[in-house]
Structure formats: structure tokens, C-alpha cells
């Protein structure tokens, strides 16, 4: 075909085809703020989180308007009501949410399993439960009570799977191996400050958090014999020991590589030499 002709064939079609930069700009900006809204909405609807996560939310797209209104040359009084259109809306959302909306409480409630996918790199034992830690997979025996892990000489969370769902007891310390906090099937007991509060986002899920919205504890049900685990697990003499989704922190070292474990008598420890200190 010749070439010339595909030239011009070219030339003509790109002067149909005009890119308006100013509509693609504002999808852009309307998407990332309905993203950012759907992502954090489990954070909007837990009254603690609301008091902080709806602020926080509505200010990012306050700017994000105002920036688009002004590279349009819009009035400041047109700007203005903009934005104050914006926080009357989420003036009203949280007295909705406050009226109509009623969140799980702490209590004893088993967490059902989500249905989630949880493909990995081992498939939990026959009758047993596969515990998923950073990029860990822990594999125990029975319905329990068990317990995956330790830090050092301070235990985690002990689990027993019901046909109800899943039961969490355990206990959380501070870096002198004082208890602060303790789970007694999943309902948080608070023994030292009021800094901590559960939310429970779902049937399937329990986190603890502290006054910054920071994740002590998390942990979800995502099949009936897969569980997620996350949080910062501290114990006397021992460093750090933070689990996320994606790998587990231990002071300095990282674990990222994905490990098949099988459990032991006390469960995996991560920070084994504060045992023998």
C-alpha cells in the first residue's frame, strides 16, 4: 500500500480527532477523587475513623476543585461556592451516617468467613487453617485454640474456628512487655489508657486502632480455612515486629519471599535469641 496515501490518510483522521485537554484533566481529577472515596469508605462509615478520614477526604477534593476552577479562570465567587457546595455535602453525609447508619459493635460476634480469593503458594491442611502472615503461610493442624506465632516470649493472637466462624483471643504490649490491650473472642478489652478502638468494617474483619488512625491489629476471615493477619506486634527485649499484606519487618530485617511453614509445638517465633536472653 502506498505509503504517501497512508500519510495523508493519517493526517486526515488526526485533524477529526482533536484531544480536549481540559475535559481530560477534570476526568482525571474526578476519577482519582471517586477512587480515593471508594477506597477510604469503610474508613468513613466507623464513626472513630469518620472524625478524621471525612476531613481529611473532603479537603483533597476541595483542592482539587479549587485547581481546576482556577486554570478554567472561573470566578472566586463561583470557586467558593464550589467548595463550600463540597463541605455542606459532607456535612450532610455525616449527619446521615450519624442517623441512619448503625456500625457492628465490640462484641463477641465470630467473623464469617468473606469468601475471598486466597490463592497461594501451599493449600491449608485437611481440617486445619492456613494463616497468612506478610508473605507467610502458616499452616496449623485442628480447629484450635492455636497459636500461629510468638515474639519472643510474648505469644499472638490465639484462634478457634467454630461453625459459627472464627474466635480471636489474645493480647497486645508495649515495649516492656506490659499488657495494654487484650481480644477476648474478639471483643477488645482496653487495660491500660483509652488510646485503642475496635471497627469492625464487616462480618469478616476486626482491626484495632490508636487515636492516629494507625493499624495495631488486623485480622479477616477470608475462606473458612484462611485467615489474615496484620499488625505491629511489640514484646519485651524484642524488636518491632510489623506484618503487612505484602512482607513482615523484624527491626531491620525484612521477610518478603513467599514460605510454606508448617506449625510447631508453640507456634513459628519470629524473634527467637529474647527466648534465650
Same mark, same amino acid.
Given at each position: 500500500?502506498?505509503?504517501?496515501?497512508? $500519510?495523508?490518510?493519517?493526517?486526515?483522521?488526526?485533524?477529526?480527532?482533536?484531544? %480536549?485537554?481540559?475535559?481530560?484533566?477534570?476526568?482525571?481529577?474526578? *476519577?482519582f477523587c471517586v477512587g480515593m472515596?471508594?477506597? !477510604?469508605?469503610?474508613? @468513613?462509615?466507623e464513626p472513630m475513623h469518620r472524625?478524621?478520614?471525612?476531613? *481529611?477526604?473532603?479537603?483533597?477534593?476541595?483542592?482539587?476543585?479549587?485547581?481546576?476552577?482556577?486554570?478554567? +479562570?472561573?470566578?472566586?465567587?463561583? *470557586?467558593?461556592?464550589?467548595?463550600?457546595?463540597?463541605?455542606?455535602?459532607?456535612?450532610?453525609?455525616?449527619?446521615?451516617?450519624?442517623?441512619?447508619?448503625?456500625?457492628?459493635? !465490640?462484641?463477641?460476634?465470630?467473623?464469617?468467613?468473606?469468601? +475471598? $480469593?486466597?490463592?497461594?503458594?501451599?493449600?491449608?491442611?485437611?481440617? &486445619?487453617?492456613?494463616?497468612?502472615?506478610?508473605?507467610?503461610?502458616?499452616?496449623?493442624?485442628?480447629?484450635? =485454640?492455636?497459636?500461629?506465632?510468638?515474639?519472643?516470649?510474648?505469644? &499472638?493472637?490465639?484462634?478457634?474456628?467454630?461453625?459459627? &466462624?472464627?474466635?480471636?483471643?489474645?493480647?497486645?504490649? %508495649?515495649?516492656?512487655?506490659? @499488657?495494654?490491650?487484650?481480644?477476648? +473472642? !474478639?471483643?477488645?478489652?482496653?487495660?491500660?489508657?483509652?488510646?485503642?478502638?475496635?471497627?469492625?468494617?464487616?462480618?469478616?474483619?476486626?482491626?484495632?486502632?490508636?487515636?492516629?488512625?494507625?493499624?495495631?491489629?488486623?485480622? $479477616?476471615?477470608?475462606?473458612?480455612?484462611?485467615?489474615?493477619?496484620?499488625?505491629?506486634?511489640?514484646?519485651?527485649?524484642? =524488636?518491632?515486629?510489623? *506484618?503487612?499484606?505484602?512482607?513482615?519487618?523484624?527491626?531491620?530485617?525484612?521477610?518478603?519471599? =513467599?514460605?510454606?511453614?508448617?506449625?510447631?509445638?508453640?507456634?513459628? !517465633?519470629?524473634?527467637?535469641?529474647? @527466648?534465650?536472653?
Amino acid at each position: 500500500m502506498d505509503r504517501e496515501w497512508m $500519510r495523508q490518510l493519517y493526517l486526515q483522521c488526526r485533524s477529526y480527532i482533536t484531544l %480536549d485537554r481540559a475535559l481530560a484533566r477534570a476526568l482525571a481529577i474526578l *476519577v482519582f477523587c471517586v477512587g480515593m472515596l471508594i477506597y !477510604n469508605w469503610h474508613f @468513613v462509615l466507623e464513626p472513630m475513623h469518620r472524625t478524621m478520614a471525612l476531613p *481529611v477526604l473532603v479537603t483533597i477534593v476541595s483542592f482539587a476543585a479549587f485547581y481546576e476552577l482556577s486554570l478554567r +479562570d472561573v470566578s472566586s465567587g463561583a *470557586v467558593l461556592a464550589a467548595i463550600l457546595a463540597l463541605w455542606g455535602g459532607a456535612a450532610a453525609l455525616w449527619l446521615s451516617l450519624i442517623l441512619f447508619y448503625r456500625p457492628l459493635p !465490640n462484641d463477641h460476634a465470630p467473623l464469617r468467613p468473606a469468601g +475471598d $480469593r486466597s490463592a497461594g503458594v501451599c493449600a491449608a491442611p485437611e481440617g &486445619g487453617m492456613r494463616v497468612l502472615l506478610g508473605r507467610d503461610e502458616l499452616l496449623m493442624s485442628g480447629k484450635g =485454640p492455636m497459636t500461629p506465632f510468638r515474639i519472643g516470649t510474648c505469644p &499472638g493472637p490465639s484462634l478457634r474456628r467454630g461453625a459459627a &466462624g472464627l474466635a480471636v483471643t489474645g493480647f497486645g504490649y %508495649d515495649d516492656d512487655g506490659t @499488657v495494654i490491650w487484650r481480644l477476648r +473472642d !474478639n471483643e477488645l478489652v482496653l487495660l491500660e489508657g483509652e488510646y485503642l478502638h475496635a471497627h469492625r468494617p464487616d462480618r469478616s474483619s476486626l482491626g484495632l486502632y490508636d487515636r492516629l488512625e494507625r493499624e495495631v491489629f488486623y485480622i $479477616r476471615t477470608l475462606t473458612p480455612d484462611t485467615v489474615r493477619i496484620r499488625g505491629r506486634f511489640l514484646c519485651n527485649g524484642a =524488636p518491632l515486629v510489623a *506484618v503487612s499484606d505484602s512482607a513482615i519487618d523484624i527491626g531491620e530485617r525484612r521477610l518478603s519471599q =513467599p514460605r510454606c511453614l508448617r506449625d510447631g509445638a508453640a507456634g513459628l !517465633n519470629y524473634v527467637p535469641r529474647v @527466648v534465650e536472653r
